[in-house]
């Protein structure tokens, strides 16, 4: 039976191709271009989603959030604390708040804390990672948490 490829658009015999799940045929060619077949589950998925754990395997990316996640700091991939080791999450400062991040064990090292001098709590924010943003850079500069330097700035108005 010939098929034609969803990507390239090329009839090819259908024992060249594979069936992708919800997409169509996909030639050889075009397969290992823009798709794999996750190590875990076995179905195929577009590339963008594979995510290479240590061991080197590709898997899509709910089976790898079973077992791991990526930092979001070297976006590596880590498996969940075990052990001591691991990835695991950290609460940290955001420009838009406070959010519940993966962070890697080395690069949860850059993580720096301070006390907010309004609210008297103690808030942690990665030292290099979003620092880019002008906004968090006045906050551990001012120690302001972000609810109390937001407040601050809709005070002055
Ligand atoms: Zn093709
Ligand atoms: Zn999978
Ligand atoms: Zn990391
Ligand atoms: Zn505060």
């Known amino acids: 039976m ?3 490829c969803v990507d390239c658009g090329r009839e090819v015999n259908c024992n060249d191709a594979k069936y992708v799940e919800d997409y169509g045929y ?3 060619h075009c397969f290992e271009a823009g798709w794999f ?3 875990d589950c076995g179905e195929a998925y ?3 989603i594979a995510v290479q754990i240590p061991d080197g395997r590709l898997l899509c990316d709910d ?6 996640r990526k930092c979001v700091v070297c976006r590596e991939f880590f498996y ?9 999450q950290h609460e940290i400062i955001y420009p838009g708040g406070i959010y519940s991040v993966y962070i890697c064990d080395e690069c949860a090292k850059q993580i720096e804390s301070f ?3 309004q609210c008297r709590r103690k808030y942690r924010y990665h030292e290099k990672k979003f620092m880019t ?3 968090l850079q006045n906050m551990v500069e001012l120690r302001l948490c972000p609810d109390c330097y937001r407040r601050r700035n809709e005070s002055k108005h």
């Open 37 to 39: 077949v996750c190590a």
């Open 46 to 48: 577009n590339k963008d």
């Open 80 to 88: 969940f604390k075990k052990d001591g080791v691991g990835i695991q």
């Open 26 to 28: 996909v030639c050889k």
């Open 115 to 117: 006390w907010c001098r």
């Open 133 to 135: 943003f002008e906004v």
């Open 63 to 68: 089976c790898a959030h079973k077992i791991g």
């Open 2 to 4: 010939m098929v034609k």
